[in-house]
């Protein structure tokens, strides 16, 4: 017999925006009762240490959980695993869940984050094939990747390049395959993107850039990848971090606005007023730059979903935090803020060329966003900077944040 169940407030996904949203309504309303609901076994985690800690051994696996059990129960959070919502009516406040059992609410969360983004190729749906995403894809590849073992990653963007070093570290022979002209192509200018290509070549790395896959079939125990260029490579590991797809369905379906992602005001409701996003999932107004974003980062789910807890608890305050995001690279690590965009113009306060210093992006002479390279703790004042709309001639003269 299938179950009704009845929920003041139901947050969908159970990752990083979702727990936050929970910590958020806590931090309002001591007693509201809050049911977190996510498809994966596991309790929330941290996903960033997936792709860099996990495999220097800074982390281990159980320092990724965001709480445990013990925090859920003591907060009156009831953790809903394993347990996936398939289709909502906004009119009757109910979601229905993949074993057909019916929850009512009166504030719900859409933090479902997004999906992995196929490759539609022949071979793109091989089991074999690592669409990395997930702690339960960490575990597979980290068992798999001993060392002299070969791995193609393809995409260089902030899995790929994230993992190609990682698994570099951990003595496998790895090639990047990827469509750019250079790496990181989505944040770093040119001279960067090639100067980081070189340290990963100086590491071993094989990097075939300017090209796609375009097929993958079983070779034996390994895969046979072949390229746009008609190479063929054979590899023991494919792994392709090559970005997501918001998840939008649920409210697509539901008749919410969408338009890439979950459109959300201000307070992160969407166009149901008892209904919020909060994630990689929103698009939100994000009031320093401008124009409405989908930003895919941890810190944003962070703290997006943690003000969207505590609206849906009554606090009826505005998401106006500008977040940032960071990377390590083998010896390079940056922080960023703002509007990174390599088209934009390009202020470079280099220390040490393409190792150490500060790249601001400009628009109209003024700052949008700053990557601060293996230059820590500026974060903040980066921030001010954007917010001030200076131009970085007097900032150099004024020390920048170098």
Not at 192 to 203: C, D, I, N, T, V
Request: aromatic share 8%; glycine share 10%; charged share 25%.
């Amino acid at each position: 017999m299938k179950e009704d169940h009845n929920c003041d407030c139901l947050i969908v996904g159970a990752g990083l925006a979702g727990a936050s949203a929970a910590d958020g309504i806590r931090e309002v309303d001591p007693d509201r009762a809050i049911t977190l609901m996510g498809d994966e076994s596991h309790l929330p985690y941290d996903r960033p240490p997936l792709t860099k800690k996990l495999w220097t051994g800074q982390k281990k696996v159980d320092d990724l959980f965001l709480h445990n059990q013990a925090y859920y129960d003591r907060n009156g959070i009831a953790v809903v695993s394993n347990r996936r919502i398939v289709a909502l009516d906004v009119n009757r406040k109910t979601a229905r869940d993949n074993r057909g059992e019916t929850w009512s609410f009166n504030k719900l969360l859409l933090a479902t984050g997004g999906l992995t983004r196929p490759l539609r190729i022949p071979g793109g749906n091989l089991r074999e094939l690592c669409y990395y995403r997930n702690l339960d894809d960490y575990t597979r590849i980290r068992q798999a990747a001993s060392p002299g073992t070969s791995a193609v990653v393809i995409g260089g963007g902030f899995i790929g390049s994230e993992l190609a070093a990682s698994l570099c570290a951990c003595q496998v022979n790895v090639t990047m395959l990827y469509p750019d002209a250079h790496l990181g192509a989505r944040v770093f200018p040119e001279s960067l993107g090639l100067a980081m290509e070189g340290l990963f070549e100086s590491r071993g790395i094989r990097i075939l850039k300017g090209r796609k896959p375009a097929s993958f079939e079983r070779a034996g125990s390994r895969i046979s990848i072949r390229t746009t260029w008609n190479e063929t490579l054979e590899a023991d590991l494919v792994i392709a971090g090559v970005g997501l797809l918001p998840a939008v369905e649920l409210a697509s379906d539901a008749g919410l606005s969408v338009s890439d992602g979950i459109r959300v005001d201000c307070y992160l409701q969407t166009s149901h007023p008892d209904i919020y996003a909060a994630g990689d999932n929103a698009r939100f107004p994000y009031r320093v730059l401008g124009p409405p974003v989908r930003l895919e980062h941890w810190d944003n789910a962070l703290n997006q979903g943690r003000q969207a807890g505590r609206n849906m608890a009554g606090a009826y305050e505005a998401y106006s935090y500008m977040p940032y995001f960071f990377s390590d690279l083998f010896e390079f690590g940056y922080e960023a803020v703002g509007e990174i965009n390599p088209k934009l113009d390009i202020f470079a306060d280099w220390q040490k060329e393409n190792e150490k210093g500060v790249l601001y992006y400009l628009k109209d002479g003024k700052v949008r966003g700053a990557m601060m390279c293996n230059v820590w703790d500026k974060v903040p004042e980066a921030r001010d900077l954007i917010r001030q709309e200076r131009a970085p001639p007097a900032l150099k003269r004024q020390g920048a944040l170098a």
